[in-house]
């Protein structure tokens, strides 16, 4: 298992190369109420997910104003990819021991969700999703359930394939770089 770090600035300073920013309260509020109408179900509640992103320095980005798009990128220990793959990690209140810290022995990614309102939110959310992974969280396998049919879809053209075991309807797609790949 590779556990390495990402600088929390450097990821939001690329993120805002697509239009992502940290949300703050306010904005993380109406991103929440958004997208749990797209996938017509519930996320973590506002409180869990901001003090996953204080814990994490990187977990809740949106785009637009007002905010019509969310992505929710869940940095994981050693112990919280453990978990992910046995089922034991819960995602709207995962245990502090779970997630990485400022981008600390990071070992694997967990996607929350991503939901766009607009065919322009979708279009960046997607963009920014395939070029992160690719420049900075290639070494990580990063995991994701499918929520909705269409997300499922998504997932699967992302590379992401069905994992057998952990959570229910849980997707991987394995680390495709190395540590030294990565750094070149």
């Avoid at 300073?13 to 958004?34: T, Y």
């Avoid at 499918?146 to 053209?157: F, N, P, Q, V």
């Avoid at 069905?162 to 190395?178: K, N, S, W």
């Amino acid at each position: 298992m590779v556990k390495a770090d990402i600088e929390p600035e450097v990821l939001a300073a690329r993120a805002r190369d697509f239009g992502f920013r940290l949300a703050n309260r306010d904005e993380l509020q109406a991103a929440v109420s958004m997208a749990e109408s797209l996938i017509d179900g519930k996320l973590a509640s506002v409180d869990a997910i901001s003090a996953m992103n204080v814990q994490t320095g990187m977990t809740a980005w949106v785009t637009g104003d007002p905010v019509d798009g969310i992505f929710l990128t869940i940095p994981l220990s050693a112990d919280g990819e453990a978990a992910v793959r046995n089922g034991s990690y819960l995602p709207a209140a995962p245990s502090s021991e779970h997630l990485a810290t400022q981008g600390k022995d990071i070992a694997a990614f967990y996607v929350g969700v991503y939901a766009g309102s607009s065919r322009e939110a979708r279009k960046k959310i997607m963009t920014a999703s395939a070029v992160l992974r690719v420049e900075m969280f290639g070494v990580f396998p990063a995991y994701a359930r499918g929520a909705t049919e269409d997300g499922r879809r998504s997932m699967l053209s992302l590379g992401f394939q069905e994992f057998e075991g952990g959570l229910p309807d849980l997707f991987i797609q394995p680390p495709f770089q190395t540590v030294l790949d990565q750094a070149s």
